[in-house]
């Protein structure tokens, strides 16, 4: 497997009856890296994300992804690059069986029935639920849709997984587990989320998105340590390095 | 009857039996909806004052009720809902045909007949749709479609309206109860939130549909919608459909319930004799 | 109303079936002529909410009872006629598989009266010709009412057809259209209300998202596209009807008609002479010949053989045994499942 980088250069992005979004921003992820994407809502976390997959397109600028340039005739290519992870794993669960969805991507890349069911099968077995294969997706728990939906992007075998508020309403199980899950997978991560904590376990660097550019950028330590910064970008420190509420001590990094 | 949540329950209910395992769910989907297929027609194909021949046909769904091991509760549950409706209408035969006919040693209004055999009727065809879900579930039902030749366009939408009715009726659910925690005794939402609360739901479900839209693009989806091989239709399967058919055939074509009253009759000459 | 199966002959309820297959599968072909893949799942998420909706209700002013959107007319509004009548059937589909709210044979039957008619007559040719581009709240509100009452009043109408065409019940023609028509004049007024009432909000809101949502040139291919509408509703209304008439060779189409215009009810074929023959003959065969079907002189020729053995006493106790022999037949498979059930969870254990 190819593990892609992620590059953004100069892009901006407004929508046509509202203000500017993203001005001039500018991000790089080198291959294998988890970049964590925090901001208040509304800072243009998830419009950066469709910007990514070629899901809206820039004013200006350019996206490239593992060396190749974000364009119409790249965009199949691109999209085979990377995996995107929606928000609402409802969205993107959207057949009849769990492994009909999963086994959607590799169907729609051409591959022979035979090895359609063998990523089908090797991608439920790596989020964990290859029991999970024949039902409905309607029917399953929130952490399990979840799961769900990353093994639609893994059967795709791609180089960098996009991901979007990834523990956005799971319970503190499910959320150990995609925690578990996604700091053993090989990939190049985008991951944006509130979720401050997960952030700095999971990622390597993160960045802080506030009005439309990036205001910070660094270890996932120094960032989401700067308690004047996050507070300034309409974010508070992670709860696992603010000091303990009854004896005022401070968690070690 | 227009209750969001109890159509939610009905809806996971009927899910739910159709993923069991037992001698029909294990037939290929495509023989269960062509046995449903030949049991509609022939049902359908009884004249209006038709009884006794018709009823013969209640093997297909007492057996099928068995075989399946589904409880006939279920069933009438669904019954009692539709009935209603078709048996007021079925009522209002005995007022148009007043003209009596003998029914073995009784005189009763010719009408009479006719709503005993719209009441079966009504009682075979629901069961039957009902055991064609409950042992086929939706994607048995679209093997089955596709296997009749339907567009694989509209055989996709169907699917997509199967998976999103769950979510949509859970919405409304949560959306009603929201509704009548705070509009104290009325009965139903007023006239002022029609537009709002439909249109706002209906403007959230535009959306969904929307990044329903890119997340399949993002897989490669190009407008052509690729299903995996069916399962192999065995001998299992052919036995099962053949079998079924025949006896709908001669349910149909040969009176069944006169035959089996003949020689009830033909017994009991015997035994007199 | 649905049609349900027990109402529908096989004549009329295939009749329909392939007059929705042809209109269906023309409609793919507009559908995906027409837009982007976009509408693919747009007609699934919108026929999910259409469904969904359903389960709201709504009062009704002046009223004290409540009724609850159809959605036809609405689906035609948002996706166009096209796509807007494949998620109707979609709507159509669900509710008969799943809530047996309406019937698989007379799946067609429905289609037509909910989806047909309010998709490709009542929405191009009554709901867009009074709206034209652009109008006033009040002229909206205007046609979705008419469209809404007229497209439910051709539904209830071709109930009582197909119903009366099929042969299965006793109503008269006058009787059965004095009963329907009056009581979807109302339901059709509220369709029209609450049809209005989401337009005009989803006006208000989103303008984009009304018809013709990635089809701009709208105006300019409007009436070439309007004839191409109006034709396909002739055709297929013709279609429909053309072949329920061919089909009701069936003899319970004709029987209803010759019924109603002689007034003599039909001849009852099972008779006492049927009776008695019967009884004779079961007394010297236990195979009865097929042949004796004692049919009356009228029904020369049916589609559908008579095999009724009626309400003569072989009837009865025939049916009786058939009944008795199904419940047994299922209550031997039942224990023999339940003992198979048990061997197999002592195997496991």
């Known amino acids: ?70 364009g119409k005739r790249t965009l199949k290519e691109i999209r085979s690059r990377l995996g995107f992870v929606f928000q609402d794993p409802d969205d993107q669960l959207f057949t009849g069986s769990v492994f009909d969805d999963v086994a959607f991507g590799p169907r729609n890349l051409g591959m022979e029935e035979g090895t359609v069911r063998e990523r089908t099968e090797s991608a439920l077995r790596t989020v964990g639920i290859p029991e999970l294969s024949d039902r409905p997706p309607f029917r399953l728990s929130g952490g399990e849709k979840r799961m769900a939906a990353i093994a639609t992007v893994l059967s795709m075998d791609p180089g960098l997984l996009v991901l979007d508020e990834p523990s956005a309403a799971l319970d503190p199980k499910a959320r150990r587990r995609l925690i578990g899950l996604l700091s053993s997978l090989p990939q190049t991560m985008l991951i944006a989320t509130h979720d401050l904590d997960l952030a700095l376990e999971l990622c390597d660097e993160v960045a802080v998105l506030h009005a439309g550019r990036v205001a910070a950028r660094g270890s996932a330590a120094d960032i989401l340590g700067d308690g004047e910064l996050l507070d300034r970008c309409g974010l508070e420190a992670p709860l696992s390095i603010r000091a303990c509420p009854v004896c005022g001590k401070r968690a070690a990094l | 009857m227009r209750d969001p949540s109890r159509t939610l329950a009905a809806f996971y209910s009927i899910d739910e039996l159709s ?150 009726l859970a919405e409304v659910a949560g959306m009603s109860r929201a509704h009548e925690l705070r509009s104290g005794p009325r009965k139903g939402v007023g006239r002022t939130l029609w537009g709002p609360m439909l249109g706002g739901l209906l403007l959230r479900s535009y959306d969904r549909a929307g990044r329903v839209h890119d997340a399949m693009g993002l897989r490669g989806f190009d407008g052509e919608f690729r299903t995996g091989k069916a399962a192999r239709f065995g001998k299992a399967d052919a036995l099962y459909c053949s079998s079924w058919l025949s006896f709908f055939a001669l349910v149909r074509f040969v009176d069944v319930t006169g035959a089996l009253g003949r020689m009830m009759e033909g017994l009991a000459f015997g035994v007199v004799r | 109303m649905h049609m349900a199966d027990a109402l529908v002959s096989p004549a009329v309820g295939g009749a329909l079936w392939a007059a929705t297959l042809g209109v269906a599968a023309y409609s793919v072909r507009k559908a995906k002529a027409d837009i982007d893949d976009k509408k693919i799942p747009l007609m699934g998420v919108m026929a999910a909410f259409v469904f969904a909706a359903q389960m709201i209700n709504f009062s009704i002013p002046g009223t004290g009872s409540s009724g609850h959107l159809g959605g036809g007319l609405l689906l035609a509004a948002i996706l166009g006629p096209y796509a807007g009548f494949l998620a109707m059937s979609s709507v159509l589909a669900i509710q008969a598989l799943f809530f047996a709210d309406g019937g698989l044979l007379a799946y067609g039957c429905n289609v037509f009266n909910l989806g047909f008619f309010t998709c490709f007559i009542a929405y191009p040719l009554i709901y867009k010709k009074m709206t034209g581009n652009d109008s006033s709240k009040a002229r909206s509100f205007a046609a979705a009412m008419i469209a809404a009452v007229a497209g439910l009043q051709m539904g209830a109408f071709g109930v009582v057809l197909e119903t009366l065409l099929s042969g299965k019940t006793e109503l008269p023609f006058g009787a059965f259209v004095a009963l329907m028509q009056p009581i979807h004049l109302a339901i059709g007024i509220v369709e029209g209300f609450v049809t209005a009432a989401v337009i005009a909000y989803v006006r208000k809101v989103s303008p984009r998202l009304l018809d013709g949502y990635g089809t701009p040139a709208e105006p300019a291919a409007a009436p070439g596209r309007r004839k191409a509408i109006g034709g396909l509703a002739i055709a297929a209304l013709a279609i429909g009807i053309g072949l329920s008439w061919f089909a009701s060779a069936n003899p319970d189409g004709l029987e209803w008609s010759m019924e109603r215009t002689s007034g003599s009810p039909e001849l009852e074929a099972t008779g006492r002479a049927y009776e008695t023959a019967a009884t004779i003959q079961a007394a010297t065969a236990f195979l009865p010949d097929y042949g004796f079907k004692a049919s009356g002189p009228e029904e020369s020729a049916p589609a559908w053989p008579a095999v009724d053995a009626g309400t003569s006493l072989s009837g009865i106790l025939g049916g009786a045994m058939a009944l008795g022999l199904s419940a047994l037949a299922g209550f031997a498979a039942f224990r023999l499942r339940r003992r198979t059930a048990r061997r197999a969870r002592s195997g496991e254990a």
């Open chain 2, 19 to 168: 993923r069991r395992r037992s001698p029909v769910h294990d037939r290929h989907p495509v023989a269960l909806c062509a046995s449903t297929a030949g049991f509609m027609i022939a049902v359908a194909s009884f004249g209006r004052r038709d009884v006794s021949a018709i009823l013969p046909l209640f093997l297909y769904p007492v057996l099928t009720l068995a075989l399946a091991d589904l409880r006939p509760a279920e069933l009438f549950r669904r019954l009692a809902a539709v009935a209603p409706a078709i048996l007021a209408i079925a009522a209002l035969n005995p007022v148009f045909e007043s003209a009596p006919v003998r029914v073995g040693p009784w005189t009763v209004a010719g009408g009479w007949l006719s709503f005993v055999s719209l009441a079966a009727k009504l009682t075979l065809t629901v069961s039957a749709a009902f055991l064609l879900v409950a042992t086929a579930g939706m994607n048995g039902v679209a093997a089955g479609l596709r296997a009749a030749g339907i567009p694989k366009l509209i055989i996709l939408v169907l699917q997509t309206t199967y998976r999103y009715v769950a979510l949509l």
């Open chain 1, 1 to 70: 497997m190819n593990v892609y980088g992620l590059d953004m250069d100069a892009v901006s992005f407004s929508y046509p009856d509202g203000g500017k979004v993203l001005g001039g921003l500018t991000l790089r992820a080198g291959p294998g890296i988890r970049l964590g994407l925090v901001g208040a809502n509304g800072a243009g976390k998830s419009t950066l994300l469709g910007l990514v997959a070629g899901i809206i397109e820039p004013d200006g600028g350019s996206v490239t992804i593992g060396g190749l340039l974000l």
